[in-house]
């Protein structure tokens, strides 16, 4: 087993650049996930992770080895795709045992190894059956016990899930986090759901065009978003982000939302946000279940006509737009609202974004 670092790693086909100056740092035994919108350079990362390309500049190392060169028999990794590319023609217990045989390895090992794999990835009763008497759960589990067989000292995972359906897609995505727990191999995990990145990371890279905008622990990402980007890729539904301007009047620090007709004024911490210029143009955000349902009246409660609501049984989501900016807010089932009504919504926990740059004004 083994940390992974990739240092200064850059990657380019052409003159198109796809990655630049990429740094990721995966301690020993740490499931990690990269996670991006598609074509921002993932499975790209991952195949020079497994040595299925080759890097324009930059290093990988697996613990204190230098891998950027090597071939990938080499580097003993192990990779799960996103197809499950079985062979046809073999049951599943020869599916599992076909690495091992190709490289000789004695046949009790072979045994004891494909039955404990199936064990763990409840294939026991599977063995003998054909890949296409499977279905594509049970398909997408040997095709990851084929990878478990190996031992290898780091797992990549390419969108294993995402020829899923969605409950299957979770059941799947337990058995991955429980599989972890168990064998403690380093694991790179590649995913556009941010869904399953949340659940699934001990730590999370955010990629977006080529660069890693934020790493981190899911939680503390999704509390203390660095940039718009990533404020808006994690949470669903997203943060509710609004243009503002900031206002100074002696003490009274707020973010002025106009639409032409009128304004909201939200009260900004000063001792929560860095750069707070009179007439500084900001992205103010909020998440949806960071707006509770207050009491007109109410000092700071922002006036909102409800134009749709969402039941969803436990949560009901209502639409509707504060100064012209669209917004949800989540509220509890018990909360009776219809198309139509005036909600007053007392925003929680504020997020401020420099509106050029994007970046997180949080001190
Ligand atoms: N061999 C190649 N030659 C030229 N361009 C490539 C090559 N492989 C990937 N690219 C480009 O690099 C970019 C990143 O591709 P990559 O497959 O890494 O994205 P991704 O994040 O995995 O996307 P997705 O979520 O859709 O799988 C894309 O714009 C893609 O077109
Ligand atoms: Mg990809």
Same mark, same amino acid.
């Given at each position: 087993?083994?940390?992974?670092?990739?240092?200064?790693?850059?990657? $380019?086909?052409?003159?198109?650049?796809?990655?630049?100056?990429?740094?990721?740092?995966?301690?020993?035994?740490?499931?990690?996930?990269?996670?991006?919108?598609?074509?921002? @350079?993932?499975?790209?990362?991952?195949?020079?992770? !497994?040595?299925?390309?080759?890097?324009?500049?930059?290093?990988?190392?697996?613990?204190?080895?230098?891998?950027?060169?090597?071939?990938?028999?080499?580097?003993?990794?192990?990779?799960?795709?996103?197809?499950?590319?079985? /062979?046809?023609?073999?049951?599943?217990?020869?599916?599992?045992?076909?690495?091992?045989?190709?490289?000789?390895?004695?046949?009790?090992?072979?045994?004891?190894?494909?039955?404990?794999?199936?064990?763990?990835?409840?294939?026991?009763?599977?063995?003998?059956?054909?890949?296409?008497?499977?279905?594509?759960?049970?398909?997408?589990? %040997?095709?990851? @016990?084929?990878?478990?067989?190996?031992?290898?000292?780091?797992?990549?995972?390419?969108?294993?899930?995402?020829?899923?359906?969605?409950?299957?897609?979770?059941?799947? $995505?337990?058995?991955?986090?429980?599989? &972890?727990?168990?064998?403690?191999?380093?694991?790179? /995990?590649?995913?556009?759901?941010?869904?399953?990145?949340?659940?699934?990371?001990?730590?999370?890279?955010?990629?977006?065009?080529?660069?890693?905008?934020?790493?981190?622990?899911?939680?503390?990402?999704?509390?203390?978003?660095?940039?718009?980007?990533?404020?808006?890729?994690?949470?669903?539904?997203?943060?509710?982000?609004?243009?503002?301007?900031? !206002?100074?009047?002696?003490?009274? %620090?707020?973010?002025?939302?106009?639409?032409?007709?009128?304004?909201?004024?939200?009260?900004?911490?000063?001792?929560?946000?860095?750069?707070?210029?009179?007439?500084?143009?900001?992205?103010?955000?909020?998440?949806?279940?960071?707006?509770?349902?207050?009491?007109?009246?109410?000092?700071?409660?922002?006036?909102?006509?409800?134009?749709?609501?969402?039941?969803?049984?436990?949560?009901?989501? !209502?639409? @509707?737009?504060?100064? @012209?900016?669209?917004? %949800? !807010?989540?509220?509890?089932?018990?909360?009776?609202?219809?198309?139509?009504?005036?909600?007053?919504?007392?925003?929680?926990?504020? &997020?401020?974004?420099?509106?050029?740059?994007?970046?997180?004004?949080?001190?």
């Amino acid at each position: 087993m083994a940390a992974v670092s990739i240092t200064k790693l850059c990657k $380019r086909f052409g003159d198109t650049v796809v990655l630049k100056d990429v740094e990721v740092m995966v301690p020993d035994g740490a499931f990690a996930v990269l996670v991006g919108p598609s074509g921002c @350079g993932k499975s790209t990362l991952l195949r020079l992770l !497994a040595g299925l390309e080759r890097p324009t500049s930059g290093s990988i190392m697996f613990g204190d080895r230098e891998v950027t060169k090597l071939e990938p028999r080499e580097r003993d990794v192990a990779m799960v795709f996103q197809s499950y590319a079985l /062979y046809p023609h073999l049951n599943v217990r020869d599916n599992l045992a076909f690495g091992l045989k190709l490289r000789k390895e004695d046949p009790a090992e072979i045994a004891k190894r494909v039955a404990e794999v199936s064990e763990m990835l409840g294939l026991s009763a599977l063995l003998g059956r054909m890949p296409k008497a499977l279905s594509g759960g049970q398909r997408q589990r %040997v095709a990851m @016990g084929r990878a478990v067989v190996r031992r290898p000292s780091l797992f990549l995972f390419d969108e294993p899930l995402s020829n899923l359906d969605a409950a299957l897609r979770a059941q799947v $995505r337990v058995d991955i986090r429980r599989l &972890h727990r168990e064998l403690k191999t380093t694991s790179v /995990y590649v995913t556009h759901d941010q869904v399953e990145a949340m659940t699934l990371a001990d730590i999370m890279f955010i990629l977006n065009g080529g660069t890693v905008e934020q790493s981190g622990k899911p939680l503390e990402i999704y509390d203390a978003p660095a940039t718009r980007f990533v404020a808006g890729f994690l949470g669903s539904p997203a943060m509710n982000v609004l243009d503002a301007v900031v !206002a100074v009047e002696g003490e009274r %620090v707020e973010a002025v939302i106009s639409d032409g007709e009128g304004q909201l004024r939200v009260a900004l911490d000063p001792a929560q946000f860095d750069k707070l210029e009179h007439g500084k143009a900001v992205c103010l955000g909020v998440r949806p279940h960071d707006l509770v349902c207050g009491d007109a009246g109410e000092p700071g409660a922002l006036p909102m006509t409800v134009t749709f609501t969402e039941a969803l049984g436990g949560e009901t989501y !209502a639409h @509707g737009e504060l100064a @012209g900016f669209p917004v %949800v !807010a989540r509220l509890a089932a018990t909360t009776l609202v219809q198309p139509g009504d005036l909600i007053h919504l007392m925003p929680q926990r504020l &997020h401020l974004f420099d509106a050029d740059s994007g970046t997180s004004l949080r001190c």
